[in-house]
């Protein structure tokens, strides 16, 4: 528990700052949390679960001191899309399913912690997280506009929803689209006069106090507590007597989504505010810390949390030192769950509707997406494909997508990585080869680069460019030298096999390979792989400065070899000279 070490050590004057920041958290979350739990279609009030204890795990578990967890808009956006299908239309049941769900995420969460999979957090890169983040928002935006204009039904899916309201804004019930408009003025008004204030606090409580004084339900208003068929709001517990074990196959997949997207979300939260605040964060015990605080949210009745980065960033523009503000602000929220509930049982659900739509609106970015068209295309494509499929296909299937997208797109980069010749400069340093760069070859000696490691699926590649690269070269060279650091990683059967078809290919060409970098690993991995060690066909180096050297003494000893053996038929020729000058004249005569 770092955060418990932390606060064994507390500085007392970091607590003024702690305690205004716990407050402000506590004014953010409540509104955005029972906001968030309306996405599930069950008792409001669940949301003031998700955040307590959650929030006390991750300050005595996590390693940031800023990050505040708690409902997220994406999380909540794909357990809705899961557990509202399989719920059949029952919000007992809808609930049973959100808490398993979340147990089975904070269980991926965990498992993945004890293998140290924390490195994976960049297994979706930045666009297509970007265009995730975007379908997610505009999918929660177009879900509450039924209940912003107070429609009495909505279909299922986005783009019949888009395609429904203007030939139903006729339909809309003006009182809950007067209460609509009063809040989002409110909501808009402070953040413009008094952008400091907690503006979705202001508007809730301005809007459930009317709600509650003029007895708006009356007027055909929906509120929660109506919403919710009546039910006791202090303190509602979920009956698991019902659950059906073999709905757990079918929650299987999106938690196991759930757990990627919320732990990538959640690493870029973290990331981000420690950098900022000058200190890091370890991955894989915030990936176990997201995965106690989501056990704890299951076990508490709650669903599953993530990274607030709304409430993160209100934590650290107050000037909260610590994680006591995530204690302080569910000390706060705890309060209000049992003090309160009577009176946010008159919470108008449009109000709500509206808070999500403001909410969600700082997750859209679509001119962040645009700005990658001229950037790099092929993030622009990823982060465009993942928001349409996200829009078209449903979240989940979009989540779905975004991840198979992320996977090949590694694969693609593993099974056709870029290469480089490289040469030197003025100075002798190695460097890519590229027009007008100024780096020239080495004669004889060709220094090739393969930016991935070999394994069974690529190395047929490299062999094949390997290859290429000989037979085009203007002159053939006398050495092949591979950067070996890059490449060889670990020990591959078939790798092994492949550079021994390759020695005895390049052999047949009159080229000799060399390996430059990891020495003593190789050699090991070349006598288990039973290849031949021969100097004349392969050469282990330890780095390319090393081969470079090594070729050039190589080439000096044979030029001074050249040059020896040129004197020496010099030398034999002047021999041969001398001896024909110098031996005696004879003279043949005939005799009779």
């Not at 107050?318 to 049992?338: D, E, F, P």
């Not at 069974?456 to 490299?462: A, E, L, S």
């Not at 040129?566 to 034999?572: C, G, H």
Request: hydrophobic content about 50%.
């Amino acid at each position: 528990m770092p955060g418990l070490g932390l606060l064994f050590n507390y500085k007392r004057e970091y607590f003024g700052y702690d305690l205004k920041a716990g407050l402000s958290v506590a004014a953010v979350a409540l509104p955005v949390a029972i906001a968030y739990t309306e996405l599930l279609g069950i008792n409001a009030i669940v949301g003031l679960y998700a955040c307590i204890f959650p929030m006390i795990i991750y300050a005595l578990f996590g390693t940031s001191r800023q990050l505040i967890t708690g409902p997220d808009a994406a999380t909540c956006a794909v357990i809705a899309a899961v557990v509202i299908p399989l719920s059949a239309g029952d919000e007992n049941t809808r609930w049973q399913l959100a808490i398993i769900m979340t147990a089975m995420t904070g269980f991926w969460c965990i498992l993945a912690s004890h293998f140290r999979l924390g490195a994976f957090t960049d297994f979706l890169s930045r666009p297509i997280l970007q265009g995730l983040l975007n379908g997610v928002a505009i999918t929660i935006m177009v879900g509450q506009i039924s209940k912003v204009f107070g429609f009495d039904t909505s279909p299922d899916h986005l783009i019949e929803k888009l395609i429904e309201v203007p030939f139903r804004l006729m339909d809309a019930h003006l009182p809950t689209l007067l209460m609509s408009a009063i809040t989002l003025a409110l909501l808009l008004g402070i953040r413009y006069f008094r952008s400091r204030w907690p503006a979705p606090l202001i508007a809730m409580v301005v809007m459930t106090y009317l709600s509650w004084q003029f007895d708006l339900a009356s007027y055909g208003i929906a509120i929660v507590n109506k919403e919710a068929g009546n039910v006791d709001l202090f303190l509602p517990v979920v009956s698991m007597s019902g659950f059906h074990p073999g709905v757990l196959r079918e929650l299987l997949v999106p938690s196991i989504n759930l757990a990627v997207i919320s732990f990538v979300s959640f690493m870029m939260t973290a990331r981000s505010f420690a950098s900022k605040n000058g200190y890091d964060v370890d991955a894989d015990q915030e990936l176990k810390a997201l995965g106690i605080a989501n056990i704890a949210a299951a076990l508490s009745q709650g669903f599953a949390v993530s990274a607030a980065s709304s409430r993160t960033a209100v934590n650290d523009s107050v000037g909260g030192k610590t994680q006591l503000v995530s204690i302080i602000a569910a000390l706060m929220i705890l309060l209000v769950l049992l003090f309160m509930t009577d009176f946010l049982a008159y919470i108008p659900l449009s109000s709500l509707g509206i808070v999500l739509i403001v909410s969600s609106w700082s997750l859209l970015s679509i001119r962040h997406i645009w700005s990658y068209r001229k950037r790099n295309k092929q993030a622009f494509t990823l982060a465009s494909f993942t928001l349409l499929a996200v829009l078209l296909t449903g979240l989940i299937n979009g989540i779905g997508f975004a991840v198979l997208l992320g996977l090949l797109q590694f694969l693609r980069i593993v099974f056709r990585p870029s290469d480089q010749l490289l040469g030197v400069d003025e100075q002798g340093m190695v460097h890519s080869m590229n027009k007008d760069n100024g780096i020239e070859p080495i004669d004889g000696l060709m220094m090739y680069r393969f930016n991935s490691p070999l394994t069974y699926f690529n190395v047929g590649y490299f062999k094949k460019r390997v290859l290429q690269l000989v037979d085009s070269a203007p002159q053939r060279p006398a050495w092949l030298a591979v950067d070996a650091a890059v490449s060889f990683t670990y020990d591959d059967v078939s790798v092994f096999a492949a550079i021994d078809e390759l020695i005895r290919e390049l052999r047949i060409k009159g080229v000799k390979l060399v390996l430059a970098g990891r020495r003593t690993e190789l050699n090991r991995w070349i006598e288990r792989n039973k290849i031949s060690l021969n100097e004349d066909d392969l050469i282990i180096a330890p780095d390319l400065y090393f081969v470079i050297r090594l070729y050039q003494s190589r080439q000096q000893i044979k030029e001074k070899q050249k040059e020896a053996r040129k004197e020496a038929l010099k030398q034999d020729a002047e021999n041969n000279d001398e001896n024909t000058v110098d031996a005696p004249t004879t003279s043949h005569t005939s005799t009779l």
